[in-house]
């Protein structure tokens, strides 16, 4: 279903070794219209930005798992790739704000499963 959710991010940014990658890991929850639950996720992928101003453009992708939570107790999950594109907002060197657009799919057949908008706060390490 869709939905607007709020993430946290913890990733890694490699650019001062020169690497235009960066990594994250991140755990987020949205309210989802369709089925009156909620549905929690876990991802880990990569990412690139583009640019060194505080506000940069990015894309990403990587895996994600999504659980359907219906009156207190899991219903359904979803594991599978997602792609993302957005603007992260840089408040000081390590701390970011990011808002973005991510889609992800069923890793079995790779129908449209969850689509998002979100809004996401994080810190590098």
């Known amino acids: 279903g869709d939905g607007v959710g709020l993430a946290y991010t913890v990733y ?41 101003s505080v506000v940069r453009p990015f894309v990403g992708a990587g895996v994600i798992n999504s659980v359907l939570v219906r009156d207190g107790a899991d219903d359904a999950g979803e594991f599978g790739p997602y792609a993302e594109l957005g603007l992260r907002v840089y408040l000081t060197p390590a701390y970011h704000m990011a808002i973005g657009y991510r889609e992800s799919f069923d890793g079995q057949d790779f129908d449209l499963t969850t689509s998002q908008i979100f809004f996401s706060l994080g810190f590098g390490f």
Do not use: C, K
């Not at 020169?18 to 009156?36: A, K, N, R, V, W």
């Open 12 to 52: 890694r940014r490699d650019t001062d070794e020169g690497l235009p990658i960066g990594f994250e890991f991140g755990l987020g929850q949205q309210s989802d219209g369709d089925t009156h639950g909620e549905l929690n996720h876990l991802w880990v992928g990569a990412f690139r930005e583009f640019g060194e």
